[in-house]
């Protein structure tokens, strides 16, 4: 399976600042994504990462809050942008190695964001 | 909401003992997929079954799945306290995209 790693592991960030996270995985996918999860919540997909092309938002979340890039197969990065508290969990990048339905999802160590 | 319901929300068992998690969807399965999440760190893909398999074993781990009833377990048997963790189970949607359920908090003591 892949190895992902996301950098930075954790942050805290000040009210309307922006923070980028960056994933890298360590061989080629098929498939990126980035994953929200708010405190003591599961997990919601925020988009799917396009390489070459625009992110694949999913209700409810929007590119200017959430820029994303993909500009090869092995890297990706999540912007939050104009962060409040409300923005404060952990952002996770998980990347997918094959193709088909059944094929699993890897997750990397997350970002764990606070804002003050 | 399509978010999966797993239950029990949390569960505290002994050294020893087996520990059992539920999932259901509203949604169609086409796979079960099992994860671990320890302290609120990344997740660890555990097991995936597939929708024409109706259980599956890996070391101490036994998940079942019914589609019929868009449900699934996951039976951990001898737990260790290196166990203690977040366990979410996921379908996905359109191909790639993950549904995650809802969680449950294992705490397994010494």
């Known amino acids: 399976s892949a190895v992902i790693s996301q950098k930075p592991s954790r942050d805290i960030c000040q009210r309307g600042t922006s923070l980028t996270i960056q994933c890298q995985v360590d061989?080629?996918?098929?498939?990126m994504f980035w994953y929200r999860q708010q405190p003591g919540q599961s997990l919601t997909l925020i988009a799917t990462a396009n390489q070459g092309s625009e992110a694949t938002y999913e209700s409810g979340f929007v590119i200017d809050k959430f820029p994303i890039s993909r500009p090869n197969l092995t890297f990706s990065t999540l912007t939050v942008s104009n962060m409040s508290p409300e923005d404060s969990s952990i952002y996770l990048c998980s990347a997918k190695t094959g193709t088909g339905i059944n094929q699993p999802q890897h997750f990397g160590d997350g970002t764990r964001l606070s804002i003050l | 909401s399509q978010q999966g319901e797993e239950d029990p929300q949390a569960l505290s068992i002994q050294e020893g003992e087996n520990a059992t998690m539920n999932c259901s969807y509203k949604?169609?399965?086409?796979?079960l997929q099992w994860y671990r999440q320890n302290s609120g760190r990344g997740l660890v893909h555990l097991i995936l079954?597939?929708?024409?398999?109706r259980e599956k074993h890996s070391g101490r781990l036994r998940v079942t799945l019914d589609t019929s009833k868009k449900s699934s377990s996951l039976l951990i048997t001898a737990s260790r306290a290196a166990d203690t963790a977040s366990y979410f189970c996921a379908t996905p949607y359109n191909t790639d995209k993950l549904i995650f359920g809802t969680g449950t908090r294992l705490q397994v003591f010494p």
């Open positions: 079954i597939r929708s024409n398999e």
């Open positions: 061989s080629q996918v098929t498939m």
């Open positions: 949604t169609s399965i086409n796979n």
